[in-house]
């Protein structure tokens, strides 16, 4: 007989996490099910920003940034591990924006959204400060200095389903919806394991359509329901090199074209730039970034950059396809990154609620949003809504200002790791870190070590709890060891992590 859930969500980006995490925590039985990894898609190929989006105020979207702004530190406060204040630096270029628009965005920046935490904005002398020293001499002297936030985007969406399953929600990777039927009290839904090609079937009172780039192909197969909203492809692409200063800011930089481009500190030894904006009209599972967009960041970086950046100095690129509302705007670039839900219940048909648009920014509150349009259909009481802009995410559970202190504590405990490993464990699991290390008295008693200090015992928890079935999981979205691993290093976890399957199927089915 077919399980019955309250609510099935189709896809395991960071909306659909955290939808399962929300409903979840309310005391609704919910089910999730993503047809890849989770954070495969458009959620591992962000900016890294848990931002306020200070260029979409040329765009009129106040009520987006104050919403943006307002989250940004919430989930500083609930995920302090995998997020971290950030300085930016905005060199002001003359035949651009004027200093006068810039200073009046900034200082909107600052105080439309409540900060509390975060520094606010600073004028800057490019020619004396030290952030100035990168860039071209004598180009540039005037700048300002502002606040956001980095994240650890694909650990931010693991963490959301891992707090959405510890509180009942059943999370299936791998898992694609392959017959989706539309009852008078429900909705019937078979998924396929890609694996071992199982068919289940389970009954939910209200199906959640939040596929990303494959919204539209969800609606196609799950319903006859003709959307009124449509969505927008937009592709976005970013490189990685070698560091380019010393540092600790990150920069942002205008270009003739209108758009910005950053420039970020990233996992140590590098520097990541971008991104690129442009309709995209393929398949979103092939999505790669093109000789062209590469050509373009390389340029626009080096408009201002006294050492150029050249295509040959990209060591990893990305891209991602952005499911963005198409709210009619001439150019990419322009397109809102606002979210929009479309609620469809008709008369002797049970509810679905489709989501385009939204960023990772404010995936916590577009949840909250979604719950409120589906509490006619649901029953959780659980927990009270809003609960989820308090509640720690796993391994967050201390004060934002912490993370030197809890990486101390971890050396104090386990000597045996160097300050690096350290770091990478807390920024990535924070106070979970003690889970899998647990009675660790040297690093022989982690097991086989893979390269760049990724262990057996880490692999273990990470298929355990965290539903890694490849290297490719592991290296690029539950970290970035990607960067420092060989591709002989790699290939041999690849061999290691298809000896797992045993214990990825008792994982499953805990």
Same mark, same amino acid.
């Given at each position: ?8 969500? %189709? ?71 995998? %997020? ?154 970013? %490189? ?36 690129? #904006? ?15 967009? %590469? ?31 198409? #709210? ?7 397109? &809102? ?23 990772? !920014? ?25 609960? !989820? ?52 008295? &040297? ?11 990724? &262990? ?7 298929? #355990? ?46």
């Amino acid at each position: 007989m077919a399980q019955v859930f309250d609510l099935a969500i %189709i896809g395991g980006g960071i909306n659909g996490c955290g939808i399962a995490r929300d409903a979840a925590g309310r005391g609704n039985s919910v089910f999730l099910c993503e047809m890849n990894d989770l954070a495969s898609g458009t959620s591992s190929w962000s900016t890294k920003l848990i931002h306020g989006g200070l260029r979409y105020l040329e765009y009129f979207e106040f009520r987006l940034v104050r919403e943006s702004l307002i989250e940004r530190e919430r989930l500083w406060r609930i995920a302090p591990h995998v %997020i971290s204040p950030l300085r930016f630096v905005l060199p002001h270029h003359d035949g651009l924006r004027p200093a006068w628009r810039l200073r009046l965005g900034l200082f909107l920046y600052d105080y439309i959204g409540g900060r509390r935490l975060l520094p606010p904005t600073r004028a800057l002398d490019l020619a004396t400060a030290e952030v100035g020293k990168p860039l071209i001499p004598g180009k540039f002297h005037r700048g300002f200095e502002y606040s956001d936030c980095f994240v650890d985007d694909a650990r931010l969406v693991l963490l959301t389903a891992r707090d959405a399953a510890d509180r009942g929600a059943e999370i299936r990777t791998r898992s694609r919806a392959v017959e989706i039927t539309q009852q008078r009290d429900g909705w019937r839904v078979t998924v396929e394991d890609a694996h071992t090609g199982r068919r289940d079937t389970i009954l939910a009172r209200v199906l959640v359509n939040a596929a990303g780039p494959w919204v539209d192909q969800v609606l196609a197969a799950g319903s006859k329901v003709q959307p009124k909203v449509k969505v927008r492809l937009v592709q976005g692409s970013h %490189i990685v090199v070698r560091k380019l200063y010393d540092h600790d800011r990150a920069y942002i930089f205008q270009n003739a074209d209108g758009r910005i481009v950053f420039v970020i500190p990233y996992q140590d030894e590098f520097s990541l730039i971008g991104t690129t #904006d442009r309709d995209y009209h393929g398949d979103p599972a092939k999505v790669e970034a093109s000789a062209e967009e %590469i050509d373009y960041l390389c340029r626009a970086v080096s408009e201002y950059l006294a050492k150029p950046v050249q295509p040959s100095d990209v060591v990893w690129t990305f891209s991602g396809v952005r499911p963005l509302y198409d #709210d009619g705007a001439s150019e990419a670039k322009a397109a &809102t990154r606002d979210y929009v839900f479309e609620l469809d219940h008709p008369a002797g048909g049970a509810p679905l609620l489709s989501i385009f648009g939204g960023k990772i !920014t404010t995936y916590r509150r577009l949840a909250e949003e979604a719950l409120e349009r589906l509490a006619p259909f649901l029953h959780g009481t659980k927990a009270a809504e809003g609960w !989820t802009a308090t509640a720690p995410l796993p391994g967050g559970e201390f004060d934002v200002f912490a993370v030197d202190e809890q990486i101390r504590a971890l050396r104090r405990d386990y000597p045996f790791l160097a300050d690096g490993h350290a770091r990478r464990l807390i920024t990535a699991y924070g106070t979970r870190a003690r889970l899998w290390l647990g009675d660790a008295a &040297t690093m022989a008693d982690l097991g086989r070590e893979f390269g760049a200090t990724l &262990t057996e015992r880490e692999l273990r928890y990470l298929i #355990d709890h965290e539903w890694a079935v490849t290297a490719e999981d592991v290296v690029w979205r539950r970290s970035k060891l990607g960067l420092r691993l060989s591709a002989t290093q790699i290939a041999a976890l690849e061999d290691w992590m298809a000896t797992q399957q045993p214990r990825r199927s008792a994982a499953a089915s805990s």
